[in-house]
């Protein structure tokens, strides 16, 4: 007995098999070939010559040294004109460090008048003073010239141990005092101390405790 096929279902068979033999016969996709590459991989690599560059050097302004001059009144021998030097460093923008060094020339005219010979040698001598201090900024501030011009200022407490060398001998010397620094350009300030220089001094066979009061000014510059 023989099963008769219709023409349509002949029709339908024929192009099932047509597409499955196509789809077969067809390569894969090309992305699925290829090994997925990660999102983040740089396709182009740049090609950029590397140059130095030289950073530029600007001064801290940490250091400063300057000169000084004003009177120094030593306690017994009057007061007579005072120059020195000095050096130091900002530790931070309100504590520094400071070395000075001085000299003076102190009289015993007013002893000559009741004792034969005086105190010294000659009726001058040189005082000479060295020591070291640490100062504390207070009080930052601005002092103005005229309606346009201003100039940063700051007033400070300084103190510190030293040694004041007289007549032949060297005494221990603690200095107290205050100061106010006006800052004239950014290297370079002008500076006013008043310092008590405090030392013992043997006169006459009684040694005394003796206050010698300093006032100075003077110009100071920063590197």
């Known amino acids: 007995m023989r099963t008769k096929i219709s023409l349509p279902s002949a029709a339908l068979l024929l192009s099932t098999v047509a597409i499955a033999t196509v789809l077969a016969a067809a390569p894969m996709p090309a992305i699925a070939q290829q090994e997925q590459k990660p999102a983040n991989e740089q396709v182009i ?9 030289k950073l530029p050097r ?11 001059g004003g009177t120094y009144a030593t306690q017994n021998f009057g007061t007579s004109a005072v120059g020195g ?10 504590i520094f460090v400071e070395a000075v060094y001085a000299q003076t020339r102190v009289s015993d005219e007013a002893f000559r008048r009741v004792l034969p ?15 070291f201090s640490a100062g504390l900024n207070l009080l930052p501030g601005e002092v103005f010239f005229g309606r346009n011009t201003a100039k940063a200022s700051a007033a400070y407490l300084i103190g510190g141990v ?12 603690l200095n107290l005092g205050l100061g106010l620094r006006l800052m004239l350009k950014n290297w370079a300030a002008l500076q006013v101390d008043m310092r008590d220089h405090i030392f013992s001094l043997d006169l006459l066979g009684k040694r005394q405790s003796t206050q010698n009061l300093e006032l100075t000014g003077g110009l100071t510059f920063f590197f």
């Open 45 to 53: 690599v740049p090609q950029v010559e590397r140059r130095e560059v």
């Open 117 to 131: 010979g005086g105190i010294f040698a000659q009726e001058k001598a040189t005082l000479k003073y060295y020591n």
């Open 85 to 94: 030097l000095r050096v130091g460093y900002h530790i931070t923008e309100d």
């Open 58 to 68: 600007f001064p801290s302004n940490d250091f400063e040294a300057g000169v000084f």
């Open 162 to 173: 030293g040694s004041t060398s007289l007549n032949g001998q060297r005494h221990q010397t």
